[in-house]
């Protein structure tokens, strides 16, 4: 027998949570499957679950650490009536409301929940290079975040990994703290926009180490430099830096979707303009899934609100 809910949020990240405060005050009763924390795309809590300091979020003029930010968040939807589920979704059936979601495994013929109301806030996730001791360096001198983090390097010598529009927009905004930025890449022409790689070439403190790709992270706890590894003549070699940025793309959650939603070229999901309605009645998205622009945890928790208030609103008119 599938338990019935008004509203399923599948996500708990600062748009996911956000949306549980907002629809527990309104009596919802919201159940957030916040994903396994052994899954690095499925991480409850989000992104900031990996982060260290963060100064960039209201209220706490002294900074505040990811993980106690979100636990902040999650005491607060509990506190309102929010039931959390520390679960991972395997399968949705969003073909009409009450809409359907099954945990762990998506062989069972029934599913585990059904929702009248889905907010789906299942975030985007860093692109990393997958090298040892990665994830304990995030915050100690790595980062996939110039906005968040840029702030701390100031007259640091530092790099960002990339090539895109993405890698050359975070180095110009470094270079409002950094002494010096190396933009790394792995071939010897960007992939960049012209507009883009011309401000990038144009900037004093900007220098390209062309062919080369990052083999490794050196530093005990803390990052003091990487081994490279020349693409081209396979010269191997190190580089002692303070902060290293990857900026080689995001990958949204959104593989439960592909099936049911309108999803951009580049995979982050569809909604009204100005809105978190999807094409599905009674589906809303919010937060990194949807946001391919300022990926900010600021941001995404106004637009969980946003997603609470457009699925409250959608409830009251099937009671019209």
Known sequence: MSDTRQVTIIGSGPAGLTAAIYTARANLEPLVLEGEPSSTSDQPGGQLMLTTDVENFPGFPEGIMGPELMMHFRSQAERFGATMLTRKVAKVDLTASPHKVWIDSGDKPEPDYTATAVIIATGAQSLMLGLPNETELIGHGLS???????????????????????????????????????????????????????RAMANDKIEFLWNTQVTGYLGDGKLSGVTTENTVTGETGEMALSGLFIAIGHKPGTALFTDWLDIKENGYLVTEPDSSITKIPGVFACGDVVDDYYRQAITAAGSGCMAAIDAERWLETLHD
């Open 144 to 198: 996939t975040c110039a906005t968040c983090d840029g702030f701390f390097f100031r007259d640091q010598e530092i790099a960002v990994i990339g090539g895109g529009d993405s890698a050359m927009e975070e180095a110009m905004f470094l270079t409002r703290f950094a002494s010096k930025v190396t933009i790394i890449h792995r071939r010897e022409e960007l992939r960049a926009s012209k507009i883009m790689q011309d």
